[in-house]
T-cell receptor, first 110, second 117 residues
């Protein structure tokens, strides 16, 4: 089974609303990263949170990490139509062993 | 400009015809990796390489080969492609920092869309 699993699989919201995506994982990690991918294109790194951190912010992004529950959330505030994309969480375990989830497809309607 | 490049970007081929997808990075990264992305399955790691001449299997290595003769290049080889290898492929690279908490972002290439008929 996959290490990182996003929830929900798909999310549709109106422009201006907040979008929250969750990620769960199974084993201990060094860090967790969130990526976005526009349809059919490469991945863009959004934010990294280390296992000893609980929350990080970057612009309209807010990421939390709960290592006791083995889960993370990505919050996008004041969403825009341009935020429409797939969002992936990736967990890095020892060394450079990374695992990606299946992604959350976010649609922001104008 | 720091980047990961892949070629070709698009490829349509037939079953059994050997092909190679090239990957190159200009950041002097030690770690390189290949992923395939399929709908509903996310990214799955095919092979990775910790350094020159050091490669290892990822989650889905069957039907693929790789080589790492130079630090900057990490080609993906399909000796006898089959239709189930139709997918979107990504190459990635990062600094190698084993067992550490240091920042270790992976840089991804633009992707190669492969169709095997």
């Amino acid at each position: 089974s996959q290490q990182g699993e996003e929830d929900p699989q798909a999310l549709s919201i109106q422009e201006g609303e907040n979008a929250t995506m969750n990620c769960s994982y199974k084993t201990s990690i060094n860090n967790l990263q969130w990526y976005r991918q526009n349809s059919g294109r490469g991945l863009v790194h959004l934010i990294l949170i280390r296992s000893n951190e609980r929350e990080k912010h970057s612009g309209r992004l807010r990421v939390t990490l709960d290592t006791s529950k083995k889960s993370s959330s990505l919050l996008i505030t004041a969403s825009r139509a341009a935020d429409t994309a797939s969002y992936f969480c990736a967990t890095e375990r020892k060394g450079n062993d990374m695992r990606f989830g299946a992604g959350t497809r976010l649609t922001v309607k104008p | 400009e720091a980047q990961v490049t892949q070629n070709p970007r698009y490829l349509i081929t037939v079953t059994g015809k050997k092909l190679t997808v090239t990957c190159s990075q200009n950041m002097n990264h030690e770690y390189m990796s290949w992923y395939r992305q399929d709908p509903g399955l996310g990214l799955r790691q095919i092979y990775y390489s910790m350094n020159v001449e050091v490669t290892d299997k990822g989650d889905v290595p069957e039907g693929y080969k790789v080589s790492r003769k130079e630090k900057r290049n990490f080609p993906l080889i399909l000796e006898s492609p089959s239709p189930n290898q139709t997918s979107l492929y990504f190459c990635a690279s990062s600094l190698s920092e084993p067992f550490s908490y240091t920042y270790n972002e992976q840089f991804f290439g633009p992707g190669t869309r492969l169709t095997v008929l």
